[in-house]
């Protein structure tokens, strides 16, 4: 396990890696997200011992239609790792751990987001759940994409997700 440290930082950080993994090829504007200067929005970067940024996240307020009796859930989005960093390094993990963690600590009783296909096996790693009802999405200019959730709070799960 590549050893990272995790902070909470500004749009700013996180969109130069979410742009260069999550938007290859497309200009600097598509790495920014509506409601990334939200102050309900958190951003998440995972830095090396060099200072560099090798995993970003953000979290934002945003419910799903399914689950519009939860208020207060989180939306995970923008999720990216550096390609030298990617598989079987746990920087993706210690990241969304994390930052997991510190929704949690604030109250969020659940996260859910919007997985590329190819990183269903992540998600469910980490203990995600997928929305079955849902099924694929595609995403038009970025591909097909399955609906999965974290519930934080107790009992979540069971009242209705």
Same mark, same amino acid.
């Given at each position: ?5 995790? %902070?909470?930082?500004? +749009? ?5 890696? /979410?742009? &260069?993994?999550?938007?290859?090829? !497309?200009?600097?504007? @598509? ?44 939306? %995970?989005?923008?999720? +990216? ?5 990617? /598989?079987? &390094?746990?920087?993706?993990?210690? !990241?969304?751990?994390? @930052? ?62």
């Amino acid at each position: 396990m590549t050893p990272v440290a995790i %902070l909470i930082v500004s +749009a700013e950080a996180v969109r130069p890696l /979410r742009g &260069q993994i999550l938007r290859p090829g !497309l200009p600097p504007e @598509a790495a920014h997200f509506p409601g990334d200067t939200e102050p309900t929005t958190w951003h998440f970067a995972a830095y090396t011992r060099e200072g560099e940024i090798v995993g970003v996240a953000s979290f934002f307020q945003e419910g799903y239609p399914a689950w519009a009796h939860l208020s207060g859930i989180y939306r %995970l989005r923008g999720m +990216a790792t550096h390609t030298q960093f990617q /598989r079987r &390094q746990g920087i993706g993990s210690q !990241l969304l751990q994390t @930052a997991l963690r510190f929704l949690q600590r604030q109250g969020v009783p659940l996260v859910w987001c919007y997985a590329r296909t190819e990183a269903v096996p992540f998600y469910a790693k980490q203990g995600f759940r997928r929305w079955e009802a849902a099924g694929i999405i595609d995403i038009p200019g970025v591909g097909p994409h399955e609906v999965w959730y974290y519930p934080l709070a107790k009992g979540t799960a069971e009242r209705g997700v």
